[in-house]
Nanobody
């Protein structure tokens, strides 16, 4: 059993920064792709960012480009999402995702491809 635990969500004002983290625990298979999706009330899941563990290749959704940075800590088996210049439209529940496969452009953006999901952490940004 693999567990993904998100942390770092909370309240922020427009222009502020937040840092989300995701830790892998349990029966820790090597996760080769990890990332973040988000879901706002009444909307579908949206790809935010992902990273390949092997070579560090990163992928970003349009809403995250230029403002968010995804990174990994191999030693701690954790992943982080640094979110800068937050906007009210960033308000959503953010989910950590992981998979034992290495995804490339295409699959990396599809929520249905990821086998493991965290419970999510809420981010609320006020104007």
């Amino acid at each position: 059993q693999v567990q993904l635990a998100e942390s770092g969500g909370g309240f922020a004002q427009a222009g502020d920064s937040l840092r989300l983290s995701c830790a892998v625990s349990g029966r820790t298979f090597r996760m080769y792709t990890m990332g973040w999706f988000r879901q706002a009330p009444g909307k579908g899941r949206e790809f935010v960012a992902a990273i390949n563990w092997n070579n560090g290749t990163t992928y970003y959704g349009d809403s995250a480009k230029g403002r968010f940075t995804i990174s990994r800590d191999n030693a701690k088996n954790t992943m982080s999402l640094q979110m800068n210049m937050l906007k009210p439209e960033d308000t959503a529940r953010y989910y950590c995702v992981a998979d034992r496969r290495t995804f490339y452009s295409g699959s990396v953006y599809l929520s249905g491809e990821y086998d493991y999901w965290g419970r999510g952490t809420q981010v609320t940004v006020s104007s």
